[in-house]
């Protein structure tokens, strides 16, 4: 099992950036397809981005389209998410995870790992 732990979480205006990180242990990381979720308050855990183990391909929720980037370093068993014009509906706490496999996965329950989860908070 491969062990995730999130980091790069914060406060920001409207309009700011942040970049998420997440590292890996106890697994090959290049054996996974990795992907960030979020969380908000009341709501269920919603997709946002997802890349193959490989990085060569990526996909993203239409509501992260354009403004999100996910990327890896297989190196440094490491996956990234840039987070640009944030907007207060951002607000949520990220999580991400790890699917074994040789494409990438949208579905939470196509995930077998997760991390614990960084808070993101947008102000207006």
């Known amino acids: 099992q491969v062990q995730l732990v999130e980091s790069g979480g914060g406060l920001v205006q409207a309009g700011g950036s942040l970049r998420l990180s997440c590292a890996a242990s106890?697994?090959?990381?290049?054996?996974?397809?990795m992907g960030w979720f979020r969380q908000a308050p009341g709501k269920e855990r919603e997709f946002a981005a997802t890349?193959?183990?490989?990085?060569?391909?990526?996909y993203y929720a239409d509501s992260v389209k354009g403004r999100f980037t996910i990327s890896r370093d297989n190196a440094k068993n490491t996956v990234y998410l840039q987070m640009n014009s944030l907007k207060p509906e951002d607000t949520a706490v990220y999580y991400c995870?790890?699917?074994?496999?040789?494409?990438?996965?949208?579905?939470?329950?196509?995930?077998?790992?997760w991390g614990q989860g960084t808070q993101v908070t947008v102000s207006s």
């Open positions: 890349i193959t183990w490989n990085g060569r391909v990526t």
């Open positions: 995870a790890a699917a074994g496999g040789s494409w990438y996965y949208t579905a939470p329950g196509e995930y077998d790992a």
């Open positions: 106890g697994r090959t990381f290049s054996n996974y397809a």
